[in-house]
């Protein structure tokens, strides 16, 4: 029974309930579904078979694997019993619109999000480790930040910057469109795509980095800052004792990004005339990307939906073929 499950996720810090942006996705999906799921704020992440957050344990099944990857989640709480089912409502077409558009993300947004939260430097200095340093146990906590920024920096390798950020704004243009005026991605219902949105648009939206790009497209997009602010009010609000302590600190984040921003180096600060320059291609690289998100998008869809089929054969030399 989902009563019997306990969720663990990084605490809760600049108005939401864990400063993690896969955390947030499973807190966002257990809350739509109205799942009798045990939060539990944790520091502990060794005790996870990941070795990080979220993680869930099945307290009623002793032999039960515990889950750290999202789409076993939806499916356990899908088959949990409860009354709201997620994603119970909506056709095959419709989720496999869904599942695209979460690859799209995955692909797009997440390591932008992750480059801006754990390998820019002063992003980094100035939120990330003296956040998790914190808040684990010295010198675990050394160990810890190191080996999730090198995950991340190996994983981001020889992609620049530039291009991370490119392909990250041009999706949260696309996300922008796709919601539209609606109240969720899927018109008046939350879905599981609404549960990964939101985590990754809410702490980019509420942590206080100083290299913000990222942070300054979302807020310019007044429907996904709507989105991101009435689902977390309606499925994550804080505790009066989160917001008490988070009211407490706040003069000493404003006061750390304050200084980030001053003694940021002077070739990193915002050059107004060459911004300005570029700006005339935006039109044309905007229905380039939208095009190409588009099809992008229908060929995942028709996979999804049988429409095309791949399948993969070995040649004589052990290659794999795509047909």
Not at 82 to 90: A, K, M, R, S, Y
Not at 275 to 290: A, G, M, Q, T, V
Not at 310 to 323: L, P, Q, R
Request: charged share 25%; hydrophobic share 40%; with cysteine.
């Amino acid at each position: 029974a989902a009563a019997a499950m306990e969720l663990h996720v990084w605490p809760s810090d600049f108005g939401l309930p864990s400063i993690d942006p896969a955390c947030l996705q499973f807190l966002a999906c257990s809350k739509m579904c109205a799942s009798p799921v045990t939060i539990v704020s944790s520091t502990s992440p060794w005790n996870s078979p990941s070795g990080e957050y979220p993680v869930v344990f099945d307290k009623s099944k002793p032999d039960a694997k515990p889950v750290t990857d999202f789409d076993k989640f939806v499916e356990v709480l899908r088959k949990s019993g409860q009354e709201v089912v997620i994603d119970g409502d909506l056709t095959t077409a419709e989720k496999a619109e869904l599942d695209a558009y979460a690859c799209l993300l995955a692909e797009k947004l997440f390591p932008a999000l992750m480059h801006s939260i754990w390998v820019d430097d002063l992003n980094y200095s100035t939120v990330t480790q003296y956040w998790y340093s914190s808040k684990l146990s010295f010198p675990y906590s050394l160990y810890y930040v190191e080996k999730r920024r090198k995950k991340y920096q190996k994983m981001l390798g020889e992609c620049s910057v530039k291009h991370l950020l490119g392909s990250a704004l041009h999706t949260l243009n696309l996300l922008s469109a796709k919601l539209g005026d609606n109240k969720y991605f899927c018109g008046n219902k939350p879905t599981s795509l609404d549960a990964v949105v939101l985590g990754y648009l809410a702490p980019l939206l509420r942590l206080p980095l100083p290299n913000d790009t990222l942070q300054l497209h979302l807020s310019a997009c007044p429907n996904l800052v709507r989105f991101v602010e009435s689902t977390v009010s309606i499925y994550l609000p804080l505790t009066e004792e989160e917001m008490r302590r988070q009211r407490a600190d706040k003069r000493m984040w404003t006061a750390r990004l304050a200084r980030a921003e001053r003694d940021r180096k002077p070739e990193d600060k915002p050059k107004k005339k060459q911004d300005e320059e570029p700006n005339e291609d935006f039109p044309l690289r905007d229905s380039i990307f939208f095009a190409l998100g588009a099809v992008t998008l229908s060929l995942l869809f028709a996979v999804h939906t049988g429409l095309i089929q791949v399948s993969v054969e070995d040649d004589e030399n052990g290659t794999m073929i795509e047909k």
